[in-house]
T-cell receptor, first 114, second 111 residues
Framework: ETGVTQSPTHLIKTRGQQVTLRCSSQ?????VSWYQQALGQGPQFIFQ???????GRGNFPPRFSGLQFPNYSSELNVNALELDDSALYLC?????????????FGQGTRLTVV | SQQGEEDPQALSIQEGENATMNCSYK?????LQWYRQNSGRGLVHLIL?????REKHSGRLRVTLDTSKKSSSLLITASRAADTASYFC???????????FGTGTRLTVIP
């Protein structure tokens, strides 16, 4: 167990809808990152939040947005869902500012867009 | 792309044998990490090696890093059926934990 929890574990949405995924970081961590993993592929970096602000973004359109809360939990929001958004969404927490920079991942949310 | 590439894409070995997976990347890094993923689940951190380190051990795992060749290898000794999983390398590419993952090696250990 990494101490990083994600909810829900599975989700089915219809194309065009909006979805919110949630992540609770490991205690003591100040940074959360989100990744999208399509079937058979490696995870792709979406964005990272540090101190409640976006701190780096991958090649994802603006309809992917996020929030980080004072307790370091986080949300990933995706608007206008497309079929290609079907994937496993992973969040990872870490402690930036020390040498120990391992990222610890949650179990993921499996999103299916139909 | 800053992504790493793992080689081979798939590896099948007998229990007790050693498994070696390789990773190549394209940009300068601060560190490189190896992760394991059981089918469709979350990633489990295995080991982190810093750019100024050449080799690191953790239990049955041995990781090497050659920054001049921009490559790393993960060796799992005395493999077990429970080691069956996908293994990914990830580089930070200079960013604070903006990890760039390879495509992974699918390891199957046959009992």
């Amino acid at each position: 167990e990494t101490g990083v929890t994600q909810s829900p574990t599975h989700l089915i949405k219809t194309r065009g809808q909006q979805v919110t995924l949630r992540c609770s970081s490991q205690s003591g961590h100040n940074t959360v990152s989100w990744y999208q993993q399509a079937l058979g592929q490696g995870p792709q970096f979406i964005f990272q939040y540090y101190r409640e602000e976006e701190n780096g973004r991958g090649n994802f359109p603006p309809r992917f947005s996020g929030l980080q809360f004072p307790n370091y939990s986080s949300e990933l929001n995706v608007n206008a869902l497309e079929l290609d958004d079907s994937a496993l969404y992973l969040c990872a927490s870490s402690l930036v500012g020390t040498e120990n920079t391992e990222a610890f991942f949650g179990q993921g949310t499996r999103l299916t867009v139909v | 792309s800053q992504q790493g590439e793992e080689d081979p894409q798939a590896l099948s070995i007998q229990e007790g044998e050693n498994a070696t997976m390789n990773c190549s990347y394209k940009t300068s890094i601060n560190n490189l990490q190896w992760y394991r993923q059981n089918s469709g689940r979350g990633l489990v951190h295995l080991i982190l090696i810093r750019s100024n380190e050449r080799e690191k051990h953790s239990g049955r795992l041995r990781v090497t890093l050659d920054t001049s060749k921009k490559s790393s290898s993960l060796l799992i000794t005395a493999s077990r059926a429970a080691d069956t999983a996908s293994y990914f390398c990830a580089t930070d590419a200079g960013g604070a934990n903006n990890l760039f993952f390879g495509t992974g090696t699918r390891l199957t250990v046959i009992p």
